[in-house]
């Protein structure tokens, strides 16, 4: 039964054209702990590579796969399916399961996923697909490419969750392109990214009064609405470059700590982006009053936007979030 709050959810089921948002970018990346990212720079590339952990998981999968497995999975890299994104799909017919993967190659996937998150991220992740899909049996894959080579890419999907690891064959583009994650759980203190939303809604309760006004929206966008907009863009919100320095130290903090899921290759490429993108100064804060579900204050609809980001998380009726990265001159 729903509160008067909460929306059905159509959008688990449509799909999202990747052309829509995704983008390529160049140049520059910095750890996660390193100095505040608040303005651009150009410094060299940091990113996940062809023997990165994770892609070095994709080539032996790759290798190990019979033919009749491979005519399943295995795409040409320009193929469609990649450029298409979405809260709930199955990119193939794969499940990663025994009826389709031996238990050494569902053991290589679990690796992959390993290697593109951080140890909190797996653990939420295994979580949520359990909670979601009853764990990784319920999601499917697909390899783009050759792994090894110049162009590839894995790409899990399945209920609430898009995930990539591509060695940088889409070059600069964080995460491999556009990623999603979600949970099926209503009740915002139930789901497993409410600490999310909890750092977030830190940011809201330190603004002045004033500030908050600019940065509650009465109306929150449709979720998929995360086409990068670059230096030009009109985003909403309030400008983190109009809060104090105590503010600004606080949306870094959230920053890092949304980012923190991920492995730190892409989190590097990430931060760079961002700081190609202006930086921190660049990015707006807004929440949206038409999604309260608790009627708490605690907004459960947020979005954190610039040139080249954007993180929209929708917690009502349930979390989907979808994360783009990138530049917006250079999208493909």
Not at 309 to 331: C, E, M, S, T
Request: proline letters at 5%; hydrophobic letters at 35%.
């Amino acid at each position: 039964m729903t509160t008067p709050n909460q929306k059905n959810c159509p959008d688990c089921t449509s799909d999202v054209t990747r052309r829509r948002f995704l983008t390529q970018v160049g140049a520059g990346a910095f750890a996660l702990g390193a100095a505040p990212f608040l303005t651009g720079s150009r410094a060299a590339l940091a990113a996940p590579t062809a023997t990165s952990a994770a892609e070095t998981a994709v080539k032996r999968l790759f290798e190990s796969l019979t033919e009749k497995q491979s005519s399943v999975v295995c795409l040409p890299f320009d193929h469609e399916l990649r450029k298409r994104i979405n809260a709930n799909w199955r990119i193939t017919e794969a499940r990663i399961n025994s009826d389709f993967l031996t238990t050494d190659q569902v053991g290589i996937v679990d690796e992959i996923i390993k290697g593109v998150t951080s140890e909190e991220g797996y653990d939420k992740l295994q979580k949520q697909m359990k909670a979601d899909a009853g764990g990784l049996p319920g999601y499917s894959f697909a390899i783009f490419g050759q792994p090894g080579t110049d162009q590839f890419e894995f790409e899990l999907t399945g209920r609430h969750r898009t995930l990539r690891a591509d060695g940088n064959s889409v070059p600069g583009a964080a995460f491999g392109g556009p990623i999603i994650y979600g949970h099926g759980v209503g009740k915002p203190s139930q789901n497993l990214f409410f600490n999310q939303t909890q750092q977030v809604n830190k940011v809201f309760q330190a603004l002045d009064p004033a500030q908050a006004k600019k940065a509650l929206v009465d109306t929150s966008p449709d979720e998929d609405a995360v086409a990068l907009q670059g230096a030009e863009g009109k985003f909403p919100g309030l400008a983190v470059s109009e809060m104090s320095d105590d503010q600004i130290e606080l949306v870094e903090q959230t920053v890092k700590s949304l980012l923190g899921v991920y492995r730190k290759e892409d989190v590097d490429e990430a931060i760079a982006v961002l700081k190609q993108g202006g930086g921190l100064k660049k990015l707006h804060m807004a929440y949206y009053s038409d999604s309260d579900l608790e009627g708490d204050k605690v907004w459960d609809v947020w979005r954190i936007e610039g040139p080249s980001f954007v993180w929209h998380f929708r917690g009502d009726p349930h979390v989907h979030a979808y994360i783009n990265i990138g530049l917006k001159d250079q999208q493909a």
